[in-house]
């Protein structure tokens, strides 16, 4: 069984442009979560989606979007990048809340 | 809402030595427990997972852990641990979302 894949798996971008990561959960999961992870705080919760519809939204700023397609395949987009995004961004996908997440490799995003 | 505290920021443990990653969590009613391994470069790995029943779960890799709710721990252990299990390890509590440690960093030394 194929596992959560992310793409890209490294990105550069400048401030002020805007960026796009896609994440594919494992066949049969319709709970895709995406989490920010960085050296000063730590693994951060940014949303999660089920069934095209976002449930649930972490504590960032508006410039972070996502969404879900109906094959249950996410993107995330950032726009107005900031020198602070730069992180590892990392899916994860589950059958429904509360069951155990897989996570894919993550998405390394740099801001120069 | 809920969450852990991972009491040890590194662990530096010698090859074939047993290790305990200290993790507590805030009471609730309803408590999922997990662990996850990162290796470097990777995304996180599940360990293994308390949702319910026996307090004492095994994992992969040999590792074990063992819910106590009078003392609201979930410690993470192995009996003798390789060069490979050098990684971060995180424990994670899940109500709705997972609310992560700040993570521990097991160093192994032959």
């Known amino acids: 069984k194929a596992g959560v894949t992310q793409t890209p798996r490294y990105l550069i971008k400048t401030r002020g442009q805007q960026v796009t990561l896609s994440c594919s959960p494992i066949s049969g999961h319709r709970s895709v979560s995406w989490y920010q992870q960085t050296p000063g705080q730590g693994l951060q919760f940014l949303f999660e989606y089920f069934s095209e519809t976002q449930r649930n939204k972490g504590n960032f700023p508006g410039r972070f979007s996502g969404r879900q397609f109906s094959n249950s395949r996410s993107e995330m987009n950032v726009s107005t990048l900031e020198l602070g995004d730069s992180a590892l961004y990392l899916c994860?996908?589950?059958?429904?809340?509360?069951?155990?997440?897989?996570f894919g490799d993550g998405t390394r995003l740099s801001i120069l | 809402a809920q969450s852990v505290t991972q009491l040890d920021s590194q662990v530096p443990v010698f090859e074939e030595a047993p290790v305990e990653l200290r993790c507590n969590y805030s009471s609730s009613v309803s408590v999922y427990l997990f662990w996850y391994v990162q290796y470097p470069n990777q995304g996180l790995q599940l360990l293994l997972k308390?949702?319910?029943?026996?307090?004492l779960v095994k994992g992969i890799n040999g590792f074990e852990a063992e819910f106590n709710k009078s003392q609201t721990s979930f410690h993470l252990r192995k009996p003798s641990v390789h060069i490979s299990d050098t990684a971060e390890y995180f424990c994670?509590?899940?109500?709705?979302?997972?609310?992560f440690g700040a993570g521990t960093t097991v160093t192994v030394r032959a």
């Open positions: 994860a996908s589950s059958l429904d809340a509360n069951q155990p997440q897989h």
């Open positions: 308390y949702l319910s029943g026996s307090t």
């Open positions: 994670a509590t899940n109500d709705y979302k997972l609310s």
